[in-house]
């Protein structure tokens, strides 16, 4: 309920302020706001964002002009099913076969450009972008409380396509960015290297240790049932 309660507190600010972008409303959801692009921008500033070439994005609204620049940068794409509900539940994006890089960033257009792939198929990533609610500047992150992000990168972890040397990131408005006390990570929260909003790069240097693999103990039946590669990973 604390995570939910700060959920609740940041998705209002940011409509009371006027900042939340469409889709609406913002409750409920990774929200748009303005100035996603700049700070898309100054992700891409980054000494990690260029040494990367693959990457890892959320499909959500606010981190659309992320995936353009990472294809637009030369950067392989990949970008999960939602739910991970599928035998391939990645869809990779390859800027050498897309000849229409806005289209195929949107939650649409990927599911056309984009190639189905499973989890085994996904090289090494050298970059994450998770999309948040709310963050610290110490490397917490909440999302909207599906636990999806989190669930991927440690399928990932399991099947060694992500490791310590995987960049971590998300982009926020400054209004998201919250006090180090009111959150409380999980074990199986990822934490964050790299926070960026409008205004300026947070490097978190965080002290929290990442998630190495799948927390089987923390899934429920109903997950474990419906995500064909959790069936497969389950060593129980």
Same mark, same amino acid.
């Given at each position: 309920?604390?995570?939910?309660?700060?959920?609740?507190?940041?998705? +209002? *600010?940011?409509?009371?302020?006027?900042?939340?972008?469409?889709?609406? &409303?913002?409750?409920?959801?990774?929200?748009?706001?303005?100035?996603?692009?700049?700070?898309?921008?100054?992700?891409?500033?980054?000494?990690?964002? @260029?040494?990367?070439?693959?990457?890892?994005?959320?499909?959500? *609204? &606010?981190?659309?002009?992320?995936?353009?620049? *990472?294809?637009?940068?030369?950067?392989?794409?990949?970008? *999960? $099913?939602? @739910?991970?509900?599928?035998?391939?539940?990645?869809?990779?994006?390859?800027?050498?076969?897309?000849?229409?890089?806005?289209?195929?960033?949107?939650?649409?257009?990927?599911?056309?450009?984009?190639?189905?792939?499973?989890?085994?198929? !996904?090289?090494?990533?050298?970059?994450?972008?998770?999309?948040?609610?709310?963050? +610290?500047?110490?490397?917490?992150?909440?999302?909207?409380?599906?636990?999806?992000?989190?669930?991927?990168?440690?399928?990932?972890?399991?099947?060694?396509?992500?490791?310590?040397? /995987? /960049?971590?990131? +998300?982009?926020?408005?400054?209004?998201?960015?919250?006090?180090?006390?009111? $959150?409380?990570?999980?074990?199986?929260?990822?934490?964050?290297?790299?926070?960026?909003?409008?205004?300026? +790069?947070? @490097?978190?240097?965080?002290?929290?240790? @990442?998630?190495?693999?799948?927390?089987?103990?923390?899934?429920?039946?109903?997950?474990?049932?419906?995500?064909? !590669?959790?069936?497969?990973?389950? &060593?129980?």
């Amino acid at each position: 309920m604390e995570k939910q309660n700060l959920r609740e507190r940041v998705w +209002t *600010a940011l409509e009371t302020e006027g900042v939340n972008r469409f889709p609406y &409303p913002p409750e409920g959801r990774i929200t748009n706001f303005a100035g996603a692009k700049e700070a898309a921008d100054g992700l891409a500033d980054t000494d990690e964002w @260029r040494a990367a070439e693959t990457v890892k994005a959320n499909p959500d *609204a &606010p981190q659309l002009p992320v995936r353009r620049r *990472a294809l637009r940068d030369g950067m392989t794409v990949y970008m *999960a $099913v939602p @739910r991970l509900r599928d035998e391939k539940p990645f869809l990779k994006l390859d800027p050498a076969e897309i000849d229409d890089i806005d289209a195929a960033t949107t939650i649409s257009g990927s599911s056309t450009y984009g190639v189905p792939v499973g989890p085994d198929e !996904v090289p090494h990533v050298d970059f994450i972008v998770a999309g948040s609610v709310a963050v +610290t500047e110490t490397g917490a992150r909440i999302g909207k409380g599906e636990g999806y992000s989190d669930l991927e990168f440690a399928v990932l972890w399991e099947l060694g396509a992500v490791d310590d040397e /995987t /960049t971590v990131a +998300t982009t926020v408005h400054e209004l998201q960015v919250v006090d180090d006390a009111e $959150v409380t990570p999980d074990d199986h929260d990822v934490p964050l290297d790299l926070v960026v909003t409008p205004e300026r +790069t947070v @490097r978190t240097e965080t002290a929290s240790h @990442r998630p190495s693999g799948v927390d089987w103990d923390a899934l429920g039946a109903e997950k474990l049932s419906e995500i064909p !590669v959790l069936r497969r990973l389950n &060593p129980n």
